[in-house]
C-alpha cells in the first residue's frame, strides 16, 4: 500500500467541509476579537494545519506562537501528564490568547495547557479545536469555538499523524486496520 489514500478505510471529514467549517469560524473569530490584541497559540505538531488555514480567515492584525507538546505515540494512551516539548517564545501576560488544537479527546492535555497558560496572566483565554470526541472528554472544559463533534474513533488528516504519517491528507478519516496491526491507537 505505496498510495497513502489506499490506506484509509474512511473519510469522516471531507476537505469541503472542514474548509467550510475553517472559514465560518474565522468569521466568528474576527467578529469577536475586533479591536482587541490576539495572539493565536497552535498545538505543535496536530494543529499546523488548522492554525494556517484558519488564521488566513481572520481578518485581523494579529500575532503567533506555537508550543509543542508530549501526546500519544504510535501506540499509547494518553495519561493527562504533559510534556511541554516547546514552550512559547513570547510572554502572554495582557494578551488576548486563542489556543488552536487539532483535537480534544480526553481533554487531559487542553486541562494542563489552560492551567498551564493561565497561570501567565493573559487578559483573556479562549480555545478553538477543530475536533472534539465529546463521548471520550474526562474532564469539563470550555471549548469556544469547535469545527466537528466526532465519535470516539482514532483519526488521521489534517495536521493529525499515525506514527508521524497521514497529517498530509487534506480530509480526516480512519485508517484500515491493517495499518496499524489490528489494533486502532489510543
Ligand atoms: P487528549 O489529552 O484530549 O486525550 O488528547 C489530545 C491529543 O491526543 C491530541 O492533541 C492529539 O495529538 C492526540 N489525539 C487524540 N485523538 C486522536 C486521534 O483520533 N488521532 C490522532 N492522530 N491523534 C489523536
Redesign the pocket.
Known amino acids: 500500500m505505496d498510495v497513502l489514500e489506499d490506506q484509509i478505510e474512511r473519510v469522516l471529514i471531507s476537505h469541503e467541509e472542514i474548509q467550510e467549517k475553517v472559514r465560518e469560524l474565522g468569521e466568528r473569530i474576527t467578529a469577536d476579537y475586533s479591536g482587541r490584541d490576539l495572539l493565536l497559540v497552535g ?1 505543535l505538531k ?2 499546523f494545519v488548522l492554525m494556517a488555514d484558519l488564521s488566513r480567515h481572520i481578518r485581523l492584525p494579529m500575532e503567533f506562537d506555537f508550543m509543542a ?1 508530549s ?2 505515540g504510535a501506540a499509547t494512551k ?1 495519561s ?1 501528564v ?1 510534556r511541554i516539548l516547546k514552550d512559547l517564545d513570547h510572554e502572554i501576560a495582557d494578551r488576548d490568547v486563542l489556543l488552536v ?11 494542563y495547557l489552560l492551567k498551564n497558560l493561565r497561570t501567565r496572566r493573559p487578559s483573556s483565554l479562549e480555545v478553538c479545536a477543530l ?1 472534539h ?1 465529546v463521548e ?3 474532564v469539563p472544559l470550555a471549548i469556544k469555538y469547535t469545527g466537528f463533534e466526532i465519535p470516539s ?4 488528516g489534517y495536521g ?3 506514527a508521524e504519517r ?1 497529517r498530509n491528507l487534506p480530509y480526516v478519516g480512519t485508517l484500515r486496520p491493517e495499518v496499524y496491526g489490528g489494533l486502532p ?2
Open positions: 498545538v496536530g494543529a507538546v501526546s500519544y494518553t493527562g504533559v488544537e487539532d483535537i480534544v479527546d480526553s481533554g487531559l492535555t487542553l486541562n475536533m470526541k471520550a472528554q474526562q474513533v482514532f483519526v488521521v493529525l499523524d499515525y497521514f491507537p489510543g
